[in-house]
């Protein structure tokens, strides 16, 4: 039951960091996962794991994807991405998390998923708008792919691998927390 629960937080905290790259990868990843039976919801979150929302999370992601290769909408995306993504990062993280009582899970999905997400999100519009300023936005596109790359992989990580996640999870936010002090000690 611990072990269980540990890892449905993994699940739900490394998916919540992919919504940082691109909001809806994570839930078309989870959705796909809970319709061919490799992921549980928690009650209340099963509607998740229908075909109207595979259908509604696979156009969302089609959108979100295509727009983040459309010069400087990337950068307005990434203003509407932040709180798009935190409270993405809250519903990925209360979805999975097992095994704790509501109040628990509840603040557990508000502090680390949300805080994750956010975190994840704001190293990811911190490099788009050095990309932006630094090339013109000509290499907004290749940070574009890596940051798909990394919500694809992440998820399916969180998915599959959950303690492999949650590893690179830290890596990311390591890495990240020093990428946005780096540049604050710049200013």
């Known amino acids: 039951m611990v072990m269980e629960t540990l ?21 078309l990843v989870m959705s796909i996962a809970a319709n061919t039976g490799h992921l549980t919801l928690t009650p209340g979150f099963e509607w998740i794991g229908t075909t109207p929302a ?3 999370f696979s156009v969302a992601t089609l959108l979100e994807v295509l ?4 010069p400087f909408v990337d ?23 097992t095994g704790l009582n509501p109040f628990l899970s509840w603040s557990l999905a508000i502090i680390a998923g949300g805080g994750v997400a956010a975190t994840v999100q704001s190293v ?13 936005g000509l290499a907004n596109p290749a ?27 830290a890596i990311i936010l390591i890495f990240g927390i020093y990428k946005i002090s780096q540049k604050k000690s710049e200013l």
């Open 143 to 169: 940070v574009s792919t890596v940051e798909l790359g990394s919500a694809a992989f992440l998820s399916a990580l969180a998915i599959f691998l959950p303690v492999l996640g949650i590893i690179f999870v």
């Open 67 to 70: 727009a983040y290769y459309i």
């Open 7 to 27: 890892l449905s937080i993994f699940i739900g905290i490394s998916l919540s960091a992919a919504a940082g790259f691109r909001v809806f990868v994570p839930l």
């Open 124 to 136: 990811t519009g911190v490099t788009r708008l050095a990309s932006t300023s630094s090339t013109g």
């Open 75 to 97: 950068n307005l995306l990434d203003a509407i991405a932040t709180p798009a993504a935190v409270v993405a990062g809250v519903v990925l993280t209360a979805s999975t998390v």
């Open 54 to 56: 595979l259908i509604a």
